[in-house]
C-alpha cells in the first residue's frame, strides 16, 4: 500500500510538473505582452479599416496589400469591425490572445516531437516572451502573421502527432491549415508551398509518400489562390494590383540574398540579447555562423526522429525567411535602404524566430549523449539563460505599446475639428478643407488617392455623411484625386471630396434652400 501511495504521488507531482510547463509560456509571454493591449492603430490599420468600411464585404475579402493574400486576416477585420467597432483595445486583444495561444502550441509541438518537458517549457518560454515579438503582437496590421503561426503550428502538431501514432489517416486538416496559412500573411504562403517536404520528414516512413502528395497539393492550389484572388479583385474594382515578376525579382537577386542572410542573424538577436542591447554586424554574422555549426554538429548526433524534427523547423524557417526576402529585397533598394534595414525590423521576424527557437532548443538533446549530468548542466546554463531574458523582456515590455500614440491624438484632433467646423456651418451643407492625415505613414505608398486624408478618416469616424443635420463634403484641391474617388461608383468616399467650385455651388444652394428661394 506504501508503495502504492509512493507511485501515486510521483505520478501527481509528474502531472502537476507538466501542467506548470505547459503554463509557463503563456504566463511569460502574457507578463511581457500585456501593454500591446494599451496601443492604438498604427498606419496600415488606418487604410485596411477604410477599405473595409468604404467598400463592401467580399472586395474588402479580396483587397491584397504589399503582395499578401490576406483573405483570413482581413475577416478578422470585418468580425472585430462588426463586434467593437473602433475600439483598439478588442483588436489588440485579440492579438495577444493568439499570441499566447501560440505560445501554448509551440510547447506542445516540441512536446510531441521529442523534446524533454524541460526543453520544450524553456524554447517555448524563450521565444513568446521575446521583445523580439512585440513589433507584431503591438500592431494588429500584422495579425495575418500571428494567425499564419497559429496556422502552421497546429499543422505541425497535427504531423508530429501522426508521426508518434503512426496513423495511417491522410493530412487533409493539414493541408486545409496551411492553405489558410497562406491566405493569412506571406510567410504562411511559403510554409504551404514547402508542406509535402514537412510531411516528408515528420510522417512515418511507410507514410511519407501518400502524406507529401497530399500536402503537395498546396503547391499547386496556393499559386491558383493567389493568382485568383488578386485577379478578382482587379475585375471587381477595376484597379490594378501590384505585382512583382520573377524578372524584376532576379534584377534585385543580391538584395534578396543579401536580406535572406541577414533575417536569421538579426532573428537570433532579438531572440537571445537582452532588448537595448547593442549588436555590431561582424559580431551578428559571428553568432549566426556559430549558431549554424552548433546546429549542424546537433542533427548529426541526434536520434532521426529528432533530426528530422530540427530539419522540418529550418524549412520552416527558410520558407519564411525566404519569402520575405523575395517580397522585401527589391523594396529595400527601392527606398534607398540596404537589405539588412527590413532584417532589423522585428515585424518580419515572428515565425522565423520561432524556427530558430525550435531548432536551437532541440538540439540541446544532442546533450543526451554526455549523460545526465551534461544534459543537467545543459539544461542549468540554459534555465539560467532563459531566466535573464525572460526578466528582461518583461520589464522592457512597458515600452511595448510603442505602436499609436501620435496616432491616437492625431485622429481626436480631427474628429474635434471636424465636429467644430461643422458646428459653425451656417447652411445644410458644410464644406470642409481636406487636410492629410500623417498618421497613415507610409501605408499608401505615397498615392493619396488610395487614403485621401480627413475625407478617409471621416468615412471612419462618422456612420454617415450628416452630422448635427449637415451635409459634409470636402474640398479636394487635387483634380485626379477627385477623379479617383468619383469613379468608386458605389463606395461612400466617391461623393465626398468636391472642387472648391462645387463646394462652394452646394453651399449656396443649401442656402437659398433653407431661406425658402427657388434654386437658381
Not at 47 to 59: A, F, I, K, Q, T
Not at 156 to 177: I, K, Y
Amino acid at each position: 500500500m506504501r508503495a502504492m501511495g509512493g507511485t501515486g504521488m510521483r505520478r501527481g507531482v509528474a502531472r502537476a510538473v507538466n501542467v506548470a510547463a505547459a503554463l509557463l509560456p503563456v504566463a511569460a509571454a502574457a507578463a511581457a505582452h500585456w501593454r500591446t493591449i494599451g496601443a492604438y492603430f498604427f498606419e496600415d490599420d488606418f487604410l485596411h479599416l477604410y477599405d473595409l468600411r468604404n467598400g463592401g464585404l467580399v472586395e474588402f475579402l479580396l483587397t491584397p496589400h504589399g503582395g499578401h493574400m490576406y483573405v483570413a486576416r482581413n475577416v478578422a477585420y470585418a468580425v472585430l469591425d462588426a463586434l467593437f467597432g473602433l475600439d483598439a483595445r478588442y483588436y489588440l486583444g485579440t492579438m495577444y490572445l493568439t499570441h499566447l495561444l501560440n505560445a501554448y502550441l509551440f510547447y506542445r509541438v516540441l512536446l510531441v516531437q521529442g523534446g524533454s518537458v524541460a526543453v520544450a517549457c524553456l524554447t517555448a518560454t524563450v521565444w513568446a516572451s521575446s521583445f523580439g515579438v512585440r513589433g507584431v503582437v503591438g500592431w494588429f496590421a500584422a495579425y495575418g502573421h500571428v494567425l499564419a503561426a497559429t496556422m502552421i503550428l497546429l499543422a505541425l502538431l497535427r504531423l508530429s502527432q501522426r508521426a508518434r501514432a503512426d496513423s495511417a489517416a491522410l493530412p487533409w486538416t493539414e493541408l486545409v491549415l496551411l492553405v489558410v496559412a497562406s491566405m493569412s500573411f506571406g510567410v504562411g504562403l511559403g510554409a504551404a508551398m514547402l508542406g509535402w517536404v514537412l510531411a516528408w520528414l515528420l510522417l512515418p516512413a511507410g507514410r511519407r509518400a501518400r502524406g507529401a502528395a497530399v500536402l503537395g497539393a498546396a503547391a499547386v492550389l496556393v499559386p491558383l489562390l493567389y493568382w485568383g484572388t488578386q485577379s478578382a479583385y482587379a475585375a471587381l474594382t477595376q484597379l490594378p494590383v501590384p505585382r512583382s515578376s520573377p524578372a524584376v525579382i532576379w534584377g534585385y537577386r543580391t538584395a534578396v540574398v543579401e536580406l535572406f542572410g541577414w533575417l536569421p542573424a538579426y532573428g537570433l538577436r532579438f531572440l537571445l540579447a537582452p532588448p537595448g542591447m547593442v549588436i555590431s554586424e561582424a559580431a551578428l554574422q559571428a553568432v549566426a555562423v556559430t549558431a549554424a555549426v552548433w546546429v549542424g554538429t546537433s542533427v548529426a548526433i541526434l536520434d532521426s526522429p529528432l533530426r528530422r524534427a530540427v530539419a522540418a523547423w529550418l524549412v520552416v524557417g527558410a520558407a519564411a525567411y525566404a519569402t520575405v526576402s523575395l517580397g522585401r529585397g527589391p523594396l529595400a533598394y527601392a527606398l534607398g535602404e540596404g537589405p539588412q534595414w527590413f532584417a532589423q525590423h522585428d515585424r518580419f521576424q515572428y515565425v522565423g524566430m520561432m524556427a530558430l527557437a525550435a531548432a536551437l532548443g532541440l538540439t540541446l538533446n544532442a546533450f543526451r549523449r554526455t549523460g545526465n549530468a551534461g544534459y543537467t548542466l545543459a539544461l542549468v546554463l540554459a534555465g539560467g539563460a532563459a531566466t535573464v531574458l525572460v526578466a528582461q523582456a518583461v520589464r522592457a515590455g512597458q515600452y511595448s505599446a510603442r505602436y499609436g500614440g501620435g496616432a491616437r491624438r492625431e485622429v481626436l484632433r480631427a474628429r474635434a475639428a471636424i465636429e467644430s467646423e461643422v458646428a459653425k456651418a451656417s447652411a445644410g451643407v458644410a464644406c470642409l478643407e481636406n487636410r492629410p492625415f500623417r498618421s497613415i505613414g507610409n501605408a499608401q505608398l505615397g498615392d493619396f488617392r488610395y487614403f485621401p486624408g480627413w475625407a478617409a478618416l471621416f468615412v471612419l469616424l462618422f456612420p454617415d455623411d450628416v452630422v448635427d443635420g449637415k451635409e459634409v463634403r470636402f474640398v479636394e484641391r487635387d483634380p485626379a484625386v477627385r477623379q479617383f474617388t468619383a469613379e468608386r461608383k458605389g463606395h461612400r468616399i466617391a461623393g465626398l471630396l468636391l472642387s472648391p467650385h462645387e463646394c462652394a455651388e452646394r453651399a449656396r444652394a443649401a442656402r437659398r434652400a433653407a431661406a425658402g428661394s427657388p434654386p437658381r
